[in-house]
């Protein structure tokens, strides 16, 4: 069983930096891949970056290429998204979730979800 807490968000100021972080308080963390994905008020949930279970691999949507970065510590069951340069159009609920299949964590057919963490940047 994956249980996957969101911590790390907050509010920050245009142009500044938060890192988020994804922990599972189960056993199997290492199985699958993680995702991150967002959803702003009034839009629909969008996917943002996910690496594969080994962390060998990793993707990002466009918007969060050459800003942010997904990392993940499997001995200590913990995802990670470094965000710089943060934007007011970043602003959202941010959730984190595991899926076996890297390929298809994209594609938002995940089979955990975390509670999400608001990340709110100020213009």
């Known amino acids: 069983q994956v249980q996957l807490v969101e911590s790390g968000g907050g509010l920050v100021q245009a142009g500044g930096s938060l890192r988020l972080s994804c922990k599972d308080s189960?056993?199997?963390?290492?199985?699958?891949?993680v995702g991150w994905f967002r959803q702003a008020p009034g839009k629909e949930r969008e996917f943002v970056a996910a690496?594969?279970?080994?962390?060998?691999?990793?993707t990002y949507a466009d918007s969060a290429t050459g800003r942010f970065t997904i990392s993940r510590d499997n001995a200590e069951n913990t995802a990670y998204l470094q965000m710089n340069i943060l934007k007011p159009e970043d602003t959202a609920v941010y959730y984190c979730?595991?899926?076996?299949?890297?390929?298809?964590?994209?594609?938002?057919?995940?089979?955990?979800w975390g509670q999400g963490t608001q990340v709110t940047v100020s213009s």
């Open positions: 690496i594969s279970r080994s962390g060998g691999r990793t």
């Open positions: 189960g056993r199997t963390f290492g199985n699958y891949a």
């Open positions: 979730a595991a899926k076996t299949l890297f390929l298809e964590v994209r594609s938002g057919r995940i089979d955990y």
